[in-house]
């Protein structure tokens, strides 16, 4: 078989990109190692930035999201007894939309069936070949076990932290850059209103916990926890403990609801960046090309920022023989890549509990210096509501 672009992993990303081709007329065929219904109940992001808001409206895949998701004005940063809302609309004029990753999944594969672009699902032994060459292509084993071969003008590794993609960069040509961070996250779906307006990140001397939500019956409840942590020794009751623990220090008045818990689980912290994001025909984006820690909600959005920047370039060079584009993005996704890794770690750092005493001070002072100072609100208004999809 024979298409424009080959896109490996039918996450997010590689499920935006080939959209965003198909209303450029560039032709797609994505390759997915799951099911759809596996890639479809993945619980994971939950904030989209307005500028990704704005990207899935154009693309005409906005309509649920414009009825269904929640904006959020700001997030409220907390330590034992005090809460303060940053009030990112009125700092700088951009909020941020609740949709949980599961909903835009959903909509970007009815997008996709509508439109009835092609995709093969639970393919395995996925290999992208000659990305060197002028003559690329990707073969697996398709879901009857059948040997396919799809070849392409670009390859495009949408296909996560492990996917084949980023292995096919010979590492002579590859640069790592990798923070692992000495914690990790519990985090747990819940059937209970949440008992917040809006997001909480909160410091704790136990540890960092946030308060999330996915609707007005389902809350997303995060907890720090050791990376070794074994999950069977949270029980819902120690859960919910340690949530109101950390989340109600201080809060005179205010009550944490809990209700059944339906999803837990333990999520690694890590920071990785791979560069170029680009090696001859073959491109990376979103998870492949770089791993964030989830503390400032940017994994997803990086994700969409590439493909959009990706879609564009590939558009002028497949369709309007320009390829000045091509050639720029790994420098133009990088640059919006390493400010959302230095605002991710900035914020994991800041907001989880590790080091000693004097660390914790540090941190305190940090936080309270985005209360106090409008011009540190303002630029964590600005990172954290989003920069624009090209920017510098
Ligand atoms: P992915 O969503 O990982 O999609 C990659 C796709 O490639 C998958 O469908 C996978 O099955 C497929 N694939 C893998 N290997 C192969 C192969 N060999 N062949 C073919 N296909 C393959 N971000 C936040 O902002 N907030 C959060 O709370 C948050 N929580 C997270 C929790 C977890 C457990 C994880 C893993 C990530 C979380 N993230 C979070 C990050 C966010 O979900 C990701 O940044 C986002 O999913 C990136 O999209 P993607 O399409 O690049 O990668
Ligand atoms: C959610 C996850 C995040 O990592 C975050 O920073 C905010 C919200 C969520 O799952 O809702």
């Not at 230095?342 to 907001?351: A, E, V």
């Not at 590790?354 to 990172?383: K, M």
Request: charge should be negative.
């Amino acid at each position: 078989m024979r298409t424009q672009v080959a896109i490996i992993g039918a996450g997010p990303a590689g499920l935006l990109l080939s959209h965003l081709l198909g209303l450029q007329g560039v032709d797609s065929v994505l390759i997915e190692r799951q099911t759809a219904d596996h890639v479809r109940s993945r619980v994971r992001a939950g904030v989209l930035e307005s500028g990704s808001v704005d990207v899935l409206t154009r693309a005409g895949v906005g309509r649920r999201l414009a009825t269904e998701a929640d904006e959020h004005r700001g997030v409220y940063l907390q330590w034992p007894g005090e809460r303060h809302h940053v009030d990112f609309t009125a700092l700088v004029g951009r909020s941020v939309w609740i949709y949980g990753q599961t909903e835009l999944t959903k909509d970007l594969m009815a997008a996709r069936e509508e439109a009835g672009r092609p995709a093969f699902y639970l393919a395995s032994d996925v290999t992208p070949h000659d990305v060197d060459t002028d003559r690329p292509h990707v073969t697996f084993t398709d879901a009857d076990g059948r040997p396919q071969r799809v070849d392409a003008d670009a390859v495009v590794g949408c296909d996560g932290f492990h996917g084949p993609s980023r292995r096919a960069v010979p590492a002579a040509r590859q640069r790592v850059w990798e923070r692992t961070y000495p914690f990790a996250w519990l985090g747990v779906l819940a059937d209970v209103a949440p008992s917040t307006d809006e997001l909480i990140y909160a410091w704790h001397p136990d540890g960092f916990a946030m308060h999330s939500m996915r609707s007005a019956t389902v809350s997303r409840l995060y907890l720090q926890v050791r990376p070794d942590e074994d999950i069977d020794e949270w029980s819902d009751d120690r859960i919910w403990e340690a949530l109101a623990t950390r989340l109600g220090a201080g809060m005179e008045g205010w009550d944490l609801r809990t209700g059944a818990i339906t999803e837990k689980s333990v999520l690694p912290m890590r920071s990785f960046v791979t560069t170029p994001m680009r090696h001859g025909r073959l491109f990376l984006a979103g998870d492949a090309a770089h791993i964030v820690p989830p503390t400032g909600a940017k994994g997803l959005n990086l994700a969409i920022a590439d493909v959009t920047l990706l879609a564009e370039a590939l558009t002028a060079w497949l369709r309007d023989g320009r390829e000045d584009l091509a050639d720029a993005y790994s420098d133009t996704a990088l640059r919006r890549v390493w400010r959302c890794t230095h605002f991710s770690w900035w914020m994991t750092t800041t907001l989880h509990r590790h080091g000693d005493d004097f660390d914790a001070r540090l941190q305190l002072s940090q936080l309270q210096r985005v209360i106090d100072s409008e011009a540190a609100a303002t630029e964590f208004a600005h990172n954290y509501a989003g920069l624009p999809i090209s920017f510098g």
